[in-house]
């Protein structure tokens, strides 16, 4: 792969361009095409005489380089990627010279202002501008220059065998360059995508720019960089630069549907999927490992995990349920109490058509001591026998490394991190080194607390140590307000989940959110309706009889019917399969949410207002902040109110809570001032 560089070997474009385009095409070799200007690289992009190119685009010290948006501007390329490089600036020069001997340094222009405050300490040195940091120090390597020395990084020291007179000579420790990737043609977008560079120009006239920034906000865009761009020949005209990043990939889309009936003009240079400004990645002495190829999608350098591997269950190479191959499915009993009693389960469920994998608990953590903790490894070879029957593959919830070592000697097709283990990483971490090595299934159920982060961090423990069949569970969260239910499921924590990590298959457990076996079929849907990847229930031949959570388990035959009374949005169908005239209508209905979303937040606002208002009155009055029969009166209202409207009076009740809870809290703050 040819890649044209600003630069030469040991460069920062150089050691940026191997770290992106070498975890992109790994084991392909990557050919710099050295240039001497940003323009000549452009030139050799544009010409076909590289693939690509990497140009610097700002320094977090010397500011944006005007330059290269120029070119942007004029030169037909697109943004495919960025990457951060750290700067770290060193004085080199030829081996056995002293800080004494040197007399002249040679410095990018660029460089040279972040390191002025070395420089105005050395006085007796005389700065020469160098068209390129690398250059510089080969220059002075191949002329053999006594007395003159280099501003350049490790790599250019290594490589050119000069020494470091002077180490870090920057001016600010966390200095870091973003560079931009470039080719030809744009990116095929897709979710995996959440930021896009585009220039627009907006009319002259007040406001204009604010309405055009509005835009973004009501979209939930974040706005990450604003640069304003003269236009070459048309005096005191200026183009715009945005650096937009997003969470939902239709808030880009109709953010720039709306923005482009908005501005006069809008052209987007590159659609692409945010770089991580690693601040660490230089602090490396040698040249080979300088540019050593940083994977794009490690752990531990992205924050947001968006980075983890597709893992899509239909890729791990077991049978799948007969009905409804396009989801994971996953029954069997809470416990597995005897040989007899898994077995027949097992045969039942085998009999309905619908499972695909056999589920049953080996080790039970219960709440209070003294209950069935389950049989061990003496299930373990119960499940071998029911699987073995059967053909169903088999999966087991772990809570450490012994349980790990058993289910893999015993042939586990799947095991699962519980929710209770989810919640202490240094279990998950225990379970992730067990698990090194090894090509595991493995699906992590939510921790017992509303804390999407870490149910992630559980996901990224295991990825780190080289798992990619991973999936997730969502089986409720631990609330004081049940609702009627045994762990409510918070949807919105779900589909963040899912937001966050969409290549990550999500099943949902009904069992663990209803506590019981009504209710089961609703909760179902509403997960399938969410676009979760499949379904985890308790079955059990006789639940009545069953030694834990009885009141939850199915029979088998319940089970099948109510697998055939949801139903199934088949896996093809998804948005980017809809027809223009569909798409637009989608996307229509959906504007038309964001538009009463926004309305009701500033009725929200002014409601709050007049609380204030009603607030300042009882203080001047003496007035208690809460008023029970009032608050009873407005609920009862409220509630009456929605049902005549048909909405959902868990919705109401839910919503004014809320409400009154942000009434209080503003009518208690006027209290305590005075």
Not at 92 to 99: D, E, H, I, M, T
Request: proline share 4%.
């Amino acid at each position: 792969m040819r890649i044209a560089i600003q630069g030469i070997a040991g460069s920062f474009h150089d050691i940026a361009a191997r770290r992106f385009y070498g975890a992109r095409h790994p084991g392909e070799e990557l050919q710099m095409v050295e240039c001497k200007s940003f323009e000549d690289t452009f030139a050799a992009l544009r010409s076909g005489q590289a693939d690509a190119a990497m140009v610097a685009i700002e320094n977090s010290i010397a500011g944006s380089i005007l330059g290269n948006y120029h070119l942007l501007e004029q030169n037909a390329v697109s943004i495919t990627g960025e990457v951060y490089v750290r700067i770290q600036h060193h004085l080199v020069a030829l081996p056995g010279q002293r800080l004494g001997d040197i007399h002249k340094v040679l410095g990018h222009p660029v460089a040279v202002p972040q390191c002025s405050e070395f420089l105005q300490a050395h006085p007796d040195m005389r700065v020469e501008e160098f068209f390129d940091t690398a250059s510089s120090a080969r220059h002075i390597q191949q002329n053999r220059l006594a007395g003159v020395a280099a501003i350049a990084g490790y790599g250019a020291a290594s490589l050119y065998g000069l020494e470091i007179l002077a180490e870090r000579i920057e001016n600010v420790e966390h200095n870091y360059t973003r560079f931009l990737a470039l080719a030809p043609a744009p990116l095929e977008i897709d979710s995996t995508l959440n930021k896009a560079t585009l220039s627009i120009r907006v009319s002259h006239r007040a406001g204009a720019l604010a309405e055009a920034l509005a835009i973004l906000k009501q979209h939930h865009i974040n706005l990450s960089k604003i640069q304003s761009v003269p236009i070459v020949d048309v005096p005191f005209e200026y183009a715009i630069h945005l650096d937009l990043i997003w969470e939902d990939l239709r808030d880009y889309r109709n953010a720039l549907a709306t923005l482009g009936e908005r501005a006069l003009e809008v052209c987007v240079l590159g659609v692409y999927r945010q770089g991580d400004s690693d601040l660490q990645s230089m602090a490396q002495h040698t040249y080979p490992s300088a540019l050593q190829a940083k994977p794009v999608a490690t752990v531990d350098d992205h924050p947001n995990a968006g980075f983890l591997p597709a893992s899509d269950w239909r890729d791990w190479v077991f049978t799948r349920s007969a009905h409804q191959p396009d989801f994971a499915l996953i029954a069997g009993p809470c416990s597995a109490e005897s040989e007899d009693q898994l077995l027949q389960t097992a045969r039942e469920l085998k009999a309905t058509g619908w499972p695909c994998i056999l589920r049953a608990g080996i080790w039970k953590p219960r709440t209070r001591a003294g209950g069935f903790e389950g049989h061990g490894i003496q299930a373990l070879e119960w499940l071998r026998e029911a699987k073995r029957e059967t053909s169903l593959p088999v999966a087991v919830e772990v809570a450490g490394a012994s349980h790990v070592e058993a289910c893999l000697a015993y042939g586990v097709d799947i095991v699962w991190v519980g929710a209770r283990t989810t919640g202490n990483p240094f279990s998950v971490q225990e379970i992730a080194d067990a698990l090194r090595g090894t090509d595991a299934i493995v699906l992590v159920k939510n921790p017992i607390s509303p804390d999407v982060d870490l149910w992630i961090g559980a996901i990224e423990r295991l990825a780190r140590a080289g798992l990619t069949r991973l999936g997730a569970i969502h089986r409720g969260f631990a609330s004081l307000n049940r609702s009627g239910l045994r762990n409510p499921p918070e949807w919105s924590l779900a589909l963040q989940f899912m937001q966050r990590l969409p290549q990550i298959p999500l099943i949902c457990d009904p069992s663990h959110i209803v506590g019981k076996r009504e209710g089961l079929a609703e909760i179902s849907q509403r997960a399938l309706d969410l676009g979760m990847s499949g379904l985890m229930l308790e079955v059990h031949h006789n639940p009545e009889e069953a030694w834990t959570d009885a009141s939850q388990q199915l029979t088998p035959s319940a089970y099948g019917e109510m697998m055939a009374g949801l139903t199934w949005r088949p896996a093809s169908l998804v948005e980017e399969s809809l027809d223009g005239e569909n798409w637009a209508k989608l996307e229509t209905l959906r504007s038309s949410v964001d538009r009463l979303d926004h309305e009701l937040i500033e009725l929200l606002a002014s409601r709050m207002k007049v609380v204030q208002q009603i607030g300042e009155y009882k203080k001047i009055h003496g007035l208690e902040v809460f008023q029970e029969n009032r608050w009873n009166a407005l609920m009862e209202r409220r509630l009456a109110h929605g049902e005549s409207l048909e909405l959902n009076p868990l919705l109401i009740e839910a919503l004014f809570e809320q409400v009154h809870h942000e009434s209080l809290r503003i009518q208690a703050k006027l209290r305590k001032t005075s």
